[in-house]
């Protein structure tokens, strides 16, 4: 089964939104509220180092074209 690492989230917006959002790890999922302003319009680092991520056909990083 699929077991993801992080969850990210957005669309909670102004102080009362970002407020109720929870950040942090429940059941060994990260999650991480990204909406621009709660991350002061800046990136936000969802992985900690280089991962081993499985090459896709069709999705960028695979070497391919998704336009042909």
């Known amino acids: 089964a699929f077991r993801p690492e992080v969850c ?3 669309h909670l ?3 009362e939104g970002i407020a109720a959002g929870f950040q942090g790890e429940h059941g060994g ?3 991480v509220l990204a909406s621009c302003d ?3 319009f800046r990136p936000v680092l969802l992985l900690d ?3 081993s991520i499985p090459s ?3 999705v960028a990083g695979d070497g391919s ?4």
Request: no cysteine; proline share 14%.
């Open 49 to 51: 180092g280089p991962r």
């Open 29 to 31: 999922v990260r999650y």
């Open 65 to 68: 074209s998704p336009v042909g």
């Open 56 to 58: 896709v056909p069709g």
């Open 13 to 15: 917006h102004g102080a």
């Open 8 to 10: 990210v989230y957005g």
């Open 38 to 40: 709660a991350a002061g």
